[in-house]
Structures are given as structure tokens and as C-alpha cells.
């Protein structure tokens, strides 16, 4: 398993925007695949974004694909995510995962996941 941390989330009204960051304190390999889940009350835990850390392939939920956008700083071993124009219905826990994964995408089922953070949450007010 891989530790990883994330940060940057918080209380903002719609309209905004956040960075979400997740760090892992360890190199990570190429042969990775990280993803952003989020959980918001009486829900069910939801594939966000994800990533492969080897070519930067990406896949995103449908409904947040044109205001996300999931990056990766390989030399700071650090994933972001990017959220603009950010609605109420965003508000949730969100957490980043890891895998050793060698397909071409990211996969979406948080199954697929052996390493999680612990969560940070967004609040969007409307």
C-alpha cells in the first residue's frame, strides 16, 4: 500500500474554485493509477477522476468532466484536482486512491483501489 494524504479542500459558495492535492510520501511507480473518489451523506462512495501516473491518461464522471481536470506532478509525487464552477450537489468527502494498474486508463471502481487517504471535504454553499 502506498500512504497517502490529501489536502486542500474546504467551505466555498457555488461558483468557486478548489485545488484538491494528494501527496504520497513514497516514489510512486510508473506502473500506477490514482483516482478521486467522493462520498457526500447517504451516498455511495463515486468515481471522480482519475489518472495514470505513466502517460497522464485520464477518465472523469460524466457530470463533472467539464469543470475537473485531474493532473499529477510526477516529480512531487503529488496529484491535484482542479474544480471550478463548483455546485452545491459537489459537496461530499472526497478522497484520492492508488493502485498498481497496467491498463491504459485509470480504473473507475473504488474495488480496484488497495490505498486510500483519509479525506478531505468540500463544502459548496449555494
Known amino acids: 500500500q502506498v500512504p497517502l494524504e490529501e489536502s486542500g479542500g474546504g467551505l466555498v459558495q457555488a461558483g468557486d474554485s478548489l485545488r484538491l492535492s494528494c501527496e504520497t510520501s513514497?516514489?510512486?511507480?510508473?506502473?500506477?493509477?490514482m483516482g478521486w473518489f467522493r462520498q457526500a451523506p447517504g451516498k455511495e462512495r463515486e468515481f471522480v477522476a482519475g489518472?495514470?501516473?505513466?502517460?497522464?491518461?485520464?477518465l472523469y464522471l460524466d457530470s463533472v468532466k467539464d469543470r475537473f481536470t485531474v493532473s499529477r506532478d510526477r516529480n512531487k509525487n503529488t496529484m491535484y484536482l482542479q474544480m471550478t464552477n463548483l455546485k452545491p450537489e459537489d459537496t461530499a468527502i472526497y478522497y484520492c486512491?492508488?493502485?498498481?494498474?497496467?491498463?491504459?486508463?485509470?480504473?473507475?471502481?473504488?474495488?480496484?483501489?488497495?490505498?486510500w487517504g483519509q479525506g478531505t471535504q468540500v463544502t459548496v454553499s449555494s
Open positions: 513514497e516514489r510512486t511507480s510508473l506502473q500506477y493509477a
Open positions: 486512491a492508488a493502485t498498481l494498474n497496467t491498463n491504459i486508463y485509470p480504473p473507475r471502481e473504488s474495488t480496484d483501489y488497495g490505498s
Open positions: 489518472i495514470k501516473w505513466r502517460n497522464g491518461n485520464t
